[in-house]
Nanobody
Framework: QVQFVESGGGWVQPGGSLRLSCAASRRISSIYTMAWYRQAPGKERELVSRITNGGRTNYADSVKGRFTISRDNAKNTVHLQMNSLKPEDTAVYYC???????WGQGTQVTVSS
């Protein structure tokens, strides 16, 4: 099973930016669709954005125009550039495939003033 390690989270003020990174334990080129998910306190985990091997992307309406997903199959990494962050973006962020496999620890993102 592939393992994912997320990093890059932290605290940021509203309007700020963060870049999340995900490192996979094996080649992600065999995973057609990679994605970022998030889980806010008291809420279910939700899909934030996904990207195919061909570079096709999809975003949740709540982050469209603010977040950008990318993948580097040569480095087995997936990134999420998050701009214009809002308090409602506060959550633990995870990367995984679609469909999902084992979950990593995630990385906490906190947006507050």
């Amino acid at each position: 099973q592939v393992q994912f390690v997320e990093s890059g989270g932290g605290w940021v003020q509203p309007g700020g930016s963060l870049r999340l990174s995900c490192a996979a334990s094996r080649r992600i080129s065999s995973i057609y669709t990679m994605a970022w998910y998030r889980q806010a306190p008291g809420k279910e985990r939700e899909l934030v954005s996904r990207i195919t091997n061909g570079g096709r992307t999809n975003y949740a309406d709540s982050v469209k125009g603010r977040f950008t997903i990318s993948r580097d199959n040569a480095k087995n990494t997936v990134h999420l550039q998050m701009n214009s962050l809002k308090p409602e973006d506060t959550a633990v962020y995870y990367c995984n495939g679609v469909p999902t496999t084992d979950w990593g620890q995630g990385t906490q993102v906190t947006v507050s003033s």
